[in-house]
């Protein structure tokens, strides 16, 4: 039987999870073993993960007797709450409370939690640069999981604070890669104004959380925030066209331009890139791009990310 420590990884089968799983199995000599958490063991995507070497376990987060089952006898684990699949913050935080509890009753010696900065802290509900959303938050997908890091101190699990962000894939997953517009060029469309986006693959999110989880209990108590690279948009939409031989704009709107688009979800997101552009240098300072390539040596570069992702980035 394996002599290595099991690390629950929950959202194996997602961005930042399948990055844990990944990065742990892709060195052999690893002192850990990921166990990966899906809703459906028969799904293609955890029987991917099965066929790399990794155990697959079924547990569904709205289900707390399973996240207890998921954690029994693991040394670790990689906590993620899923915002966009229910659109609730409330329900992000009850997540973040059944993996705490459960982290706690299974004792285990270090947990990673995927936070973001609670935004009301810096633009309280009174602020009306931005609109209060449901009743109570600034950037709900934001404000649930930072609210949440209370949650884990708490529970007296001991807990490394990983402040993740921005992710170049969604370009690829969420359509915000370039688009054509009705001038025939490719443009791409970000309430940023002039300020940098502190960004990430999302691939490296794992890959930094593995090199956490190396560090062990030096890193207990910490919050720990990474980025690829702190870009402009108006660079990012150079480096596009230069993969893309052809002229790709940056279309600068404003966030309350962004927050009527309309699609669900709109609004958080353009509250939450006027926070990035508005915060954009306490953002970057949180994200140290040179301690998560000490974490992660393999960490890429928006240039480097985009040569190994150009060919998956729908044009539309
Ligand atoms: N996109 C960005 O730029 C960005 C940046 C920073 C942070 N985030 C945050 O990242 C989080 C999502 O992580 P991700 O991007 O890694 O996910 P993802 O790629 O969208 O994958 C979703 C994952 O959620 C799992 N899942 C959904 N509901 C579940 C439940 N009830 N119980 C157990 N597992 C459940 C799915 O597993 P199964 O279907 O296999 O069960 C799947 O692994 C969100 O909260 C988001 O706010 C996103």
Redesign the pocket.
Known sequence: MSQKKIITV??????????VVRAILADKNSEFTPRA????IN?D??KELAALGAEVVQ????HPESVKKAMEGAYGAYC???????FSPEQ?AA?AKAMADAAKAAGVKHVIW?T?EDTRKLVPLHDDRMPTLMEKYKVP??DA?GESDQVFRDSGVPTTYLL????W??MI??GMGPKRGEDGELAITFPMGDAKLSGIG?ED?GKCAYGIFKKGSSMIGKTIGIAGEHISCADMAEELSEVYGEKVKYNMVPPAVFRSFGFPGAEDLGNMFQYYQEFADEFAELRDVEYAKELNPELQNFKEWLKDNVSKIPVG
């Open positions: 929950f959202g194996a089968t997602g961005a930042q999870g399948g990055g958490v899906t809703r459906d799904s995507k955890a547990a569904d987060l709205a993620v709450t899923f915002f966009w699949a229910h992000e997540e995927s973001l997908h934001f999981k993740t962000t921005f992710y894939d969604n997953y969420f999302a999110i």
